[in-house]
């Protein structure tokens, strides 16, 4: 268990304490979350105000451990899986719940998972031909706006719906299109070991 990997763990961590945030039923338990008014026409639950720096912070690591890993050759196989599956529980169960409750369309939800599903399959039939299959740039765009419009939606656009500009809708638009335009992308790239016998 090296640096990157502690650092890939705590992200999983966050990950579930942003879930156990966003969906426990505080008021039922007798537990009252403040609000805040902002404009008089604003009103924010601090929950997502917690959960979004949680989220940045959790964001943070993601850059770090990779960075640390290639720096100091700490890469390893375990690390790859792990922190493919810290990423997965962090940005789709955010994703999930936001549209769960509201904040965020369906669709886009619906997008970013199927992508995920079908760009995972492509890596799991390339990996078990021998193919180790890298991150491509439409990928990673798809990623930085995801992961923009997730922490401008936890902080309910702000400041940005003061002027009732739907920045966060925006960039979680163009994460979808963006996850579509790179699933193509990799089917293309690896269609030759999907389809061998």
Known sequence: ?????????????????????LLFPFEAVGI????????ESIVVDIKYFIAGVLFILASLTDFLDGYIARKYHLVTD??????????????NSVLIILASTGFVHPIIAVIVVMR???????KMIAGNKGKVVAAIKTGK???ACLMIG???TLFYNL???????????????IAAIFSIISAVEYYMQNKKYIISK
């Open 1 to 21: 268990m090296n640096l990157p990997n502690k650092l890939t763990m705590g992200r999983i961590v966050m990950a579930i304490l942003i879930i156990i945030l």
């Open 32 to 39: 009252q979350i403040p609000k805040l008014f902002i404009n």
């Open 78 to 91: 375990f690390g790859k899986m792990l922190d493919a599956i810290a990423d997965k529980i962090l940005v």
């Open 116 to 122: 995920d599903t079908v760009v995972n399959t492509i």
């Open 141 to 143: 765009i798809k990623t």
């Open 150 to 152: 997730i922490v401008l």
């Open 159 to 173: 400041p940005f719906e003061l002027w009732n500009l739907r920045v966060s809708d925006f960039f979680l638009i």
